[in-house]
């Protein structure tokens, strides 16, 4: 009985030993934003197997020179593999939008996911131009926010804001069909919360 408590607690305390350094994100970093290793500190963290540790940046390994998230990372979060972009791996092509002010939500910020929607264009009597546009239409799902200028002057509000959008590699497959559409009548970004 002694020699069995004696095995049962040798491999415990060696099982207790089974810790994997990893990077974790110091504060939230937003989709297109360069990776340092001043955003990372280390943590020793036990998973259950290499496969679920192979998701996340070992603490061993140096983060790859030009390193930009593909998605917004929260603080204290492990830092994932699949959120990591090189100039290899096909970074976030950045697509500037200019909408009218209010068709912008109140909350996107740098980061925020957003759903960019082309409307039908009104003219200025409100009503819906003589050629047809189909119903709105959704363009980009799911992209960040790379850049969100604030709005207005001292003079006064602006009618117009400004967002850039980060649209990931092959999504969607035809970005030049997405760009063009953008023309076809007033834009609105949708926030997901």
């Given at each position: 009985m002694v020699a069995l408590c004696a095995v049962l607690g040798a491999r415990l305390l060696?099982?207790?030993?089974?810790t994997v350094g990893v990077w974790v994100v110091r504060g939230a970093l937003p989709?297109?934003?360069?990776?340092?290793?001043?955003?990372?500190?280390?943590?020793?963290?036990?998973?259950?197997?290499q496969g679920d540790a192979d998701r996340y940046v070992s603490a061993d390994d140096d983060?790859?020179?030009?390193?930009?998230?593909?998605?917004?990372?929260?603080?204290?979060?492990?830092?994932?593999?699949?959120?990591?972009?090189?100039?290899?791996?096909?970074?976030?092509?950045?697509?500037?939008?200019?909408?009218?002010?209010?068709?912008?939500?109140?909350?996107?910020?740098?980061?925020s996911t957003v759903d960019v929607w082309v409307t039908p264009r009104r003219d200025?009597?409100?009503?819906?131009?003589?050629?047809?546009?189909?119903?709105?239409r959704l363009l980009f799902d799911d992209v960040a926010v790379l850049a969100a200028p604030g709005v207005g002057t001292s003079l006064g509000p602006a009618t117009t804001r400004s967002v850039v959008v980060g649209v990931p590699p092959g999504r969607p497959r035809r970005l030049a069909t997405s760009i063009?559409?953008?023309?076809?009548?007033?834009?609105?970004?949708?926030?997901?919360?």
């Open positions: 060696d099982g207790a030993d089974d989709a297109g934003q360069p990776v340092t290793d001043a955003d990372l500190v280390r943590r020793e963290m036990r998973f259950e197997g983060l790859p020179d030009g390193a930009t998230l593909g998605r917004p990372v929260g603080a204290g979060e492990m830092l994932p593999r699949a959120a990591l972009r090189t100039a290899g791996t096909g970074g976030l092509t950045e697509v500037p939008l200019a909408m009218a002010a209010d068709a912008v939500p109140s909350s996107v910020r740098v980061g200025t009597a409100g009503a819906t131009p003589a050629r047809p546009v189909v119903r709105s063009a559409a953008l023309a076809e009548g007033d834009l609105l970004l949708t926030v997901q919360q």
